[in-house]
């Protein structure tokens, strides 16, 4: 049975970091491409980064750029996303989702297969 389980989300201030965890299990990643999704308060699923299934093309919305980082372990089955100077703006329920394919997109519906996500709240 393919399995996401995201991890790591929390309630930060303005400007912290936090490091998000997708944890997978029944399929390998070495055939997955894997995208980062945010649902915000009374908005739909974005995209906001992705990594490609080898490794070597990852993507970022442009409101991420600079400040978010993609990166995955095959070995251990992990895709993590480091954020870094987060902002109120970021508050969102986090998803991990991925697609048999090699290049990895923003657009929620060629993913196949999707997490329960995991809440992050950027406040004061």
């Known amino acids: 049975q393919l399995q996401l389980v995201e991890s790591g989300g929390g309630l930060v201030q303005p400007g912290g970091s936090l490091r998000l965890s997708c944890a997978v299990s029944g399929f390998t990643l070495d055939y997955y491409a894997i995208g980062w999704f945010r649902r915000a308060p009374g908005k739909g699923r974005e995209g906001v980064s992705c990594?490609?299934?080898?490794?070597?093309?990852?993507r970022y919305a442009d409101s991420e750029k600079g400040r978010f980082t993609i990166s995955k372990d095959n070995a251990k089955n992990m895709v993590y996303l480091q954020m870094n100077s987060l902002e109120p703006e970021d508050t969102g329920v986090y998803y991990c989702?991925?697609?048999?394919?090699?290049?990895?997109?923003?657009?929620?519906?060629?993913?196949?297969?999707w997490g329960q996500g995991t809440q992050v709240t950027v406040s004061s």
């Open positions: 989702a991925a697609r048999r394919a090699e290049v990895c997109l923003f657009a929620p519906s060629p993913y196949n297969y």
């Open positions: 990594i490609s299934r080898s490794g070597g093309d990852t």
